[in-house]
């Protein structure tokens, strides 16, 4: 069966801005293009086998998901830098206060991808389950239960 993909720089020009507000959401702004980049690449590399285009924004935000998570898996293990932060650093993170984005990146990471996919990426709760793993109930337990935490941790 023969699957009719558009051209990838099509697809990447089409997605592009959605994965990095994803990304930075996610890994958050310093590591956001690190994991762009990654996404893209395993997604260039599976691109010709790909067997199913209905959704490929989904897919790409699948694998977004899993590069911000290894991401976050690699952090664990590597000492972390001290000293100055370089000014400017939080630049990029999306039309809020900074410390809100620290606060969504320490959730755990079901509720973090809920969050940022439902919220961030505007996704349906069925994406948001596509994405992370699991059932729609499951991505609105998890969407709930994050926002409870991030309530709780800014008053509101």
């Known amino acids: ?20 507000r994803f990304l930075t959401a996610l890994a958050g702004p310093q590591d956001a293009e690190d994991c762009f980049q990654e996404t893209f690449l395993a997604a260039l590399r599976a691109y010709p086998k790909l067997r199913d285009a209905s959704n490929l924004r989904g897919w790409l935000l699948t694998i977004a998901h899993r590069k911000a998570m290894d991401h976050h898996r690699s952090r664990v293990k590597r000492p972390e830098p001290v000293g100055e932060i370089p000014e400017g650093a939080g630049d990029h993170v999306p039309e809020a206060e900074p410390a809100l ?15 940022v996919a439902r919220y961030v990426g505007d996704l349906s709760y069925r994406e948001v ?16 239960d994050g926002l409870a935490t991030l309530r709780e941790a800014w008053g509101r």
Request: overall charge positive.
């Open 1 to 20: 069966m023969t699957v009719r993909l558009p051209p990838f720089q099509a697809l990447l020009d089409e997605h592009r801005v959605e994965v990095l």
């Open 101 to 115: 984005w620290d606060a969504v990146r320490a959730l755990p990471p079901r509720q973090r991808t809920a969050i």
């Open 129 to 144: 389950a596509s994405i992370a793993g699991g059932s729609e109930e499951a991505a609105r337990r998890n969407a709930a």
